[in-house]
């Protein structure tokens, strides 16, 4: 079974300093990985993914991931963040064998201060 | 791109009753919906994986008579939570998926549904 795993419950960043939140998965094969942003009351905004290939993924709002296959990682970063940064991020994993289904990390809640 | 769009966005109702939620594509056939559940600061669960025009696959742990899918068309998929008790109080979003790859996933703004 897919499972995923965010470390950081929450992370309090300063507007302008970078941002990095870490996620972990496990699963048997190469799975799809994707991360979601959720602002509050709202629905999931997909981030980026990664499929195969470049390993260094760059999605929208600035944000990047890199998978590391060693270490089963799929981290986000963005260099610098703003004040409409801070929501909760999800990481996800999916895989065909699964039928399609998303497995989905605890989230990350991101404050942003001024 | 892709809308997926989900009614009510928010829904207050008294303990025993039913309420139904809506799923739509709008400019897509989606022959994968699944629905997923979420409590108040914890991340999603899937519920349940319904294609257009079967039964729909539960979760284990998901009551299936409880809540209620129906994949009727392409383009809607419902969600329906029989005699609610307030600890279905929860938000619920929904996904669809346009084709076989899990890339083309869209998911729906949410319905957040209060019980009291």
């Known amino acids: 079974a897919q499972s995923v795993t965010q470390p950081d419950i929450h992370i309090t960043v300063s507007e302008g300093a970078s941002l990095e939140l870490r996620c972990n998965y496990s699963?048997?094969?190469?799975?799809?990985l994707f991360w979601y942003v959720q602002s509050p009351g709202q629905g999931l905004q997909l981030l980026l993914k990664?499929?195969?290939?470049?390993?260094l993924v760059q999605g929208i709002k600035g944000f990047e991931a890199e998978f590391k296959r060693s270490q089963s990682s799929f981290n986000l970063r963005k260099p610098s963040v703003h004040w409409s940064d801070a929501a909760e991020y999800f990481c996800?994993?999916?895989?065909?064998?699964?039928?399609?289904?998303?497995?989905f990390g605890g989230g990350t809640r991101v404050l942003v201060k001024p | 791109g892709a809308v997926v769009s989900q009614h009510p966005s928010w829904v207050i109702c008294k303990s025993g009753t039913s309420v139904k939620i809506e799923c739509r594509s709008l400019?897509?056939?989606?022959?994968?919906m699944f629905w997923y559940r979420q409590f108040p600061k914890q991340s999603l669960m899937l519920m349940a994986t319904?294609?257009?025009?079967?039964?729909?696959?539960?979760e284990q742990g998901v009551e299936k008579d409880k809540f209620l899918i129906n994949h009727a068309s392409l383009t809607l998929s419902t969600l329906t939570v029989t005699s609610a008790h307030p600890e279905d109080s929860s938000f619920y979003i929904c996904?669809?998926?346009?084709?076989?790859?899990?890339?083309?996933?869209?998911f729906g703004s949410g319905t957040q549904l209060s019980v009291l």
């Open positions: 400019d897509f056939q989606a022959t994968t």
């Open positions: 996800a994993v999916g895989a065909i064998a699964a039928g399609n289904k998303l497995t």
């Open positions: 699963y048997g094969a190469t799975p799809y």
């Open positions: 990664y499929f195969s290939g470049d390993t």
């Open positions: 319904s294609n257009e025009g079967s039964k729909a696959t539960y």
């Open positions: 996904s669809a998926r346009g084709s076989r790859v899990v890339e083309k996933l869209f």
